[in-house]
């Protein structure tokens, strides 16, 4: 269970910075070595590369539905799409299928990122939201050889490691929960499941996208709450609030800019909310910042 809270939690809001409106904008990663945010289009189908210095938003089209994006040390990208986990040059526009674990046909890939050793962990989700639940997390080892971490999986969603690596978050959004795991870091591996913290009884809606930051906070992206939370996962509290103006459906963050002191959000669009599936960004003064996304490096 959490601590109670019994203090006055900070709450800033987002601004606009591009009119996108995509029909569920997901998958938010900072690129340090270009200096571009990419996300995706889930439901449109798309990737795209947003440019702050020019405030262009660079769009391509994929053949299915891709569930999240992360760097290659290479330079391209890996999209994990529903027909497979491929990898993405946006200068020759090439596409190649590098690996495809999941075996459920109803299931498609969503969150996914990049451990500190350049392995690739991705979740699948129903279509079908089956019972049982018939999803699963896998890790995509950098020879591109997947093994299955764990199933029973409805929605997998964020997931973040600990700054000293010896600890594994993760979301599997119907249960309300961010899961609190042993991370193994030398064999790739997870054990001692416990939650950390419980969004049941809040009304935050439904934890979706996370991120963690500099000093180790956790941040969530709340689909139908509205906002994005930062928590501390020692004390379980609350520390502030990002509110997205005007829109219900936030999907997903990462901290983004020169200096990492930029929270990019991303949304989904709603009828009745003309800015949802719009891109957002808070940037902070105080201090808080992110870290450098892992690559993948095979």
């Not at 990663?29 to 590369?49: A, H, N, P, R």
């Not at 949802?276 to 095979?298: D, M, P």
Request: hydrophobic fraction near 35%; proline fraction near 4%; glycine fraction near 8%.
């Amino acid at each position: 269970m959490e601590a109670s809270q019994n203090f006055e939690v900070e709450n800033v809001r987002a601004t606009l910075v591009y009119p996108q409106h995509a029909v569920l904008g997901e998958g938010s990663i900072w690129s340090d070595t270009d200096q571009v945010l990419y996300w995706i289009d889930i439901e449109g189908k798309k990737l795209f590369i947003y440019n702050p210095k020019t405030n262009h938003n660079q769009e391509f089209g994929l053949s299915d539905l891709p569930g999240t994006v992360v760097q290659r040390t290479n330079g391209e990208v890996l999209i994990a799409i529903r027909n497979g986990i491929t990898s993405f040059n946006p200068h020759t526009k090439e596409f190649k299928v590098m690996a495809h674990p999941n075996k459920v046909a109803n299931n498609r890939y969503n969150d996914g990122k990049c451990d500190p050793q350049g392995r690739f962990w991705v979740s699948t989700m129903s279509l079908e939201q089956d019972n049982p639940p018939k999803a699963s997390l896998f890790r995509i080892n950098r020879d591109f050889h997947s093994e299955k971490i764990f199933d029973g999986v409805r929605i997998g969603n964020g997931l973040v490691w600990s700054l000293d690596q010896k600890k594994f978050y993760y979301i599997d959004t119907p249960t309300l929960n961010i899961d609190e795991m042993d991370f193994n870091a030398a064999q790739g591996t997870v054990s001692n499941r416990r939650h950390c913290i419980s969004f049941e009884n809040r009304d935050f809606g439904f934890p979706d996208g996370m991120t963690i930051d500099s000093e180790g906070k956790l941040w969530i992206a709340h689909w139908e709450g509205g906002r994005v939370t930062r928590w501390c996962p020692i004390t379980k509290k609350l520390l502030l609030t990002v509110t997205v103006p005007n829109v219900s459906r936030v999907t997903s963050c990462a901290f983004g800019d020169s200096d990492l002191q930029s929270l990019y959000i991303t949304t989904a669009r709603r009828d009745g909310e003309p800015d949802s599936g719009s891109l957002f960004k808070y940037r902070f003064t105080n201090g808080i910042k992110g870290n450098v996304a892992f690559k993948f490096q095979g």
